[in-house]
């Protein structure tokens, strides 16, 4: 082989309703990171867990994300004008399961709240405070795209989510 290494098996197929468990594991062969996405609600500060961050343009400054449109939580989302998204780290990982389980995590964080309103969680790698410009159709999913109005970062290890499993990348 080129690369010289072993040859691996591969498990071949073609997507549809009866194999989704595979197509969610091959999907699952991308290393993320983990975020909490967080705003402001009606019934008061709320925050989901989401690996489907992506950065999208540099001018303007732009991020998507993709929560699943048949979520309890997305209404909250879909309504929000304001919006911040936290990337994890690694000694994070209580937070990653906290907002996994219920959108009111928020007892004991070390947060402020922004001028709109936002849950501003302390100490993640880095947090991007956005507008919400747009709402696309995904499949059952939703694409959010948020303007970045301010960010911040910090040095440190990222929390990550591989083949199922929260992993951290240590460097």
């Not at 591969?10 to 290393?31: E, H, I």
């Not at 591989?162 to 992993?167: N, S, T, Y």
Request: charge should be negative.
């Amino acid at each position: 082989m080129a690369d010289g290494g072993s040859e691996m098996m591969m498990q071949a197929f073609k997507p549809d309703p009866t194999n989704t468990r595979a197509l969610r594991d091959a999907f699952g062969r991308f290393a993320s990171g983990i975020t909490i996405v967080t705003a402001a609600s009606d019934d008061g500060p709320v925050g989901i867990t989401a690996n489907s961050f992506s950065s999208l343009s540099l001018d303007p400054p732009l991020v998507l994300w993709s929560p699943d449109a048949k979520s309890r939580r997305f209404p909250y989302f879909a309504a929000a004008k304001h919006y911040a998204i936290h990337v994890l780290a690694v000694e994070q990982e209580a937070l990653c399961h906290g907002f996994s389980k219920s959108a009111f995590a928020f007892d004991g964080l070390d947060m402020n709240i922004s001028a709109n309103g936002v849950p501003l969680i302390k100490n993640c790698l880095a947090r991007f405070e956005c507008e919400q410009r747009i709402v696309y159709p995904g499949g059952d999913h939703k694409i959010v795209v948020g303007e970045v109005m301010a960010a911040e970062m910090r040095d440190g290890d990222a929390l990550t989510f591989f083949a199922g499993q929260i992993r951290s990348l240590e460097g």
